[in-house]
């Protein structure tokens, strides 16, 4: 169990576009869902907290106007980077916690490398 | 001070060698502590979590958490080849001035077993 899918693995788009990318548990209800980059050879950062219903969280320096999450079901969270730039440009991470609280478990999905030219 | 610190590495070790990988964290109220592993280009692979002090222990890892000393460590045993990989370790810490706690990541320590 704990199965945590993410679509799509890769994408390469031209400055100025938006881009949406899904998340989702397979085998579990995640009240909770979380989005995370990770720059080559660092550790991640924690971008946002997604509640189901709810509007998401965002960490500190993280744009909301720019990255828009929608957490729509106990399944699905989904991230869109709208018009997005090169310096955008990431390996994205989404996890889902089973439970109720970031106390348990997070299981991540596969990731998502953006590429914008 | 970094909130989650631990050594990047490289750490190597001869395959069937123990691997030892430790971690300290700032907040003394963290409570959940995890340990991804994370090969180059993946996402990152939930191997343990620990809540308790002492040792905790699943086939050939084994967690050891010490909130005293605010340190927590994994031990692989019999180590492989296949266990080349970077080793997160994760904290449940208190986000300053928000009154949230989110998982916390260190940077990473890079294993190397050699074959």
Redesign the interface.
Known sequence: GAVVSQHPSRVICKSGTSVKIECRSLDFQATTMFWYRQFPKQSLMLMATSNEGSKATYEQGVEKDKFLINHASLTLSTLTVTSAHPEDSSFYICSAARGDSSYNEQFFGPGTRLTVL | QKEVEQNSGPLSVPEGAIASLNCTYSDRGS??F?W?RQYSG?????IM?IYSNGDKEDGRFTAQLNKASQYVSLLIRDSQPSDSATY?CAV?LN?MDTG?????????TRLQVQP
Do not use: C, D, H, V
């Not at chain 2, 993946?42 to 939930?46: D, F, T």
């Not at chain 2, 949230?100 to 990473?108: I, K, M, P, V």
């Open positions: 409570q959940s995890f991804y993946k996402s990152p692979e939930l979590s997160l449940n986000i949230r706690r989110a998982l916390t990541f260190g940077s990473g």
